[in-house]
């Protein structure tokens, strides 16, 4: 793995601006090293916070290397076990339990609940941050699945406005499918959208009882979650045995001929692209709910930071960590980034920006994947597949189910 430096460090802006950070470099400034994933951030964005953090806190210096995803959790592993940590890490929020598990993160309760306002925190990204009560990751940025339509299609077919219901969005999708084109494009194993169905039924992909982690697809709930997903995926012609990177969705839905398809905005990017045709004529509405009281709830995904405790600068981490996390960074990160900002206090700032707005307006249903540091482990070999697959051709969902959960079991013992 390569790590790519800042351009732009701290120590030639000093040199450059003759006094713009207080103290010249090596003259008794602390530097935090910070670990950021490749593509999380602009460095726009990045040219901006640090010359204002450290325009605020002379004495600090920052020093972000950018990661690559491929292989960063044994390199994470490898530098909380070793005596030379950097300060900060990006990680998925996800990720944070396997590393705490090691009790080698640093416990930020306390900054979390005096300093950062961890009530108005988005639930996908907090709860999985927190480990028995401890708050390990601070939520930084979130992203997911939103739905994304075709404007022209909607309406050719007379339809006015977006679904707010479940039950519309089954109608609206089959008016919408006729010869040539999909009423929705879902792929029969994209699970990340099926866990949001069975989390609106009150269903988990896995639960914990007694410390134990067990399989729960079995359970009336998800099965209802099941069931809701095989009666949309009907209006379309989304394989039932593949996911939704084969074929990608958006290259097919950029053929012309789709009316909706799930995913997190930046795919419309990926959309227009492949097809300058669409521009502006693509919509995003949140993931309907049961009702039209709130959106349909959705995985969540983004990133925590977390602070190592074998790190040299632990304090002024904290000053690092609660600066990207305060609400002005957040909704500066949000615009740039067209990320979810990290409390759903923020999502009214972004009413202006549809696809932002509709990714916020759904981030406040966002659940995260079971809080077990072996849920790595079920991915790997994910036997949520194979059980959509199985569903969708016809087989026994009860006894498929079943199948699927004593496989998450297996996976989930330690």
């Known amino acids: 793995m390569k790590n790519r430096p800042l351009v732009l460090t701290t120590a030639l802006v000093c040199a450059v601006t003759l006094g713009g950070c207080g103290l010249v470099p090596g003259s008794g400034t602390r530097t935090v090293h910070i670990w950021l994933m490749k593509d999380s951030v602009s460095q726009d964005f990045l040219d901006r916070f640090t010359a204002s953090f450290e325009d605020k806190h002379p004495g600090i210096e920052l020093d972000v290397a950018f990661q690559e995803w491929t292989g960063i959790g044994k390199k994470v592993t490898e530098a909380l076990a070793g005596d030379d940590a950097p300060e900060i890490i990006e990680v998925g929020n996800t990720q944070v339990a396997q590393y705490a598990e090691s009790g080698a993160l640093r416990d930020l309760t306390l900054e979390s609940v005096r300093d950062l306002g961890n009530e108005d925190w988005l639930p996908g990204l907090a709860e999985p941050g927190s480990i028995n009560g401890s708050q390990y990751g601070i939520p930084w940025y979130a992203a997911n699945r939103v739905v994304i339509y075709h404007k022209d299609l909607f309406a050719e077919a007379g339809i006015e406005e977006p679904p707010k219901t479940r039950a519309e969005w089954l109608e609206v999708s089959e008016r919408l499918n006729t010869a040539g084109t999909d009423g929705i494009y879902l792929s029969g194993q994209d699970w990340y959208t099926l866990a949001g169905f069975i989390w609106d039924e009150g269903g988990q992909l896995a639960v914990e009882r007694a410390g134990e982690w067990q399989g729960a697809l079995h359970t009336p709930a998800a099965l209802r979650g099941m069931d809701f997903y095989k009666r949309l995926q009907s209006h379309g012609s989304g394989p039932k045995d593949a996911d939704e990177e084969t074929p990608p969705q958006a290259r097919v839905f950029a053929e012309g001929r789709v009316a909706q398809m799930i995913a997190v905005p930046s795919a419309a990017t990926v959309i227009e692209q492949a097809n300058p045709a669409l521009k502006g004529k693509l ?23 977390i602070v190592p405790e074998n790190s040299a600068e632990r304090a002024a981490a904290v000053e690092v960590v609660s600066a990207l996390a305060s609400d002005a960074w957040q909704l500066d990160l949000a615009r740039t980034m067209n990320y979810v900002p990290n409390k759903t206090t923020l999502a009214a700032e972004l ?56 496989r998450i079991t297996g996976a989930l013992r330690p």
């Open 351 to 406: 009413e202006g920006e549809e696809s932002t707005a509709a990714m916020a307006a759904g981030a406040a249903q966002g659940r995260a994947t079971p809080n077990s540091p072996q849920w790595a482990d079920v991915e790997a070999d994910n036997p949520i597949k194979p059980y959509m697959t199985a569903v969708l051709t016809g087989r026994d969902p009860r006894r498929a189910a079943r199948t699927a959960s004593d």
């Open 283 to 305: 919509g995003f509405f949140p993931v309907p709910g049961k009702t039209a009281a709130a959106p349909g709830a959705v995985f969540i995904g983004g990133s925590d930071l």
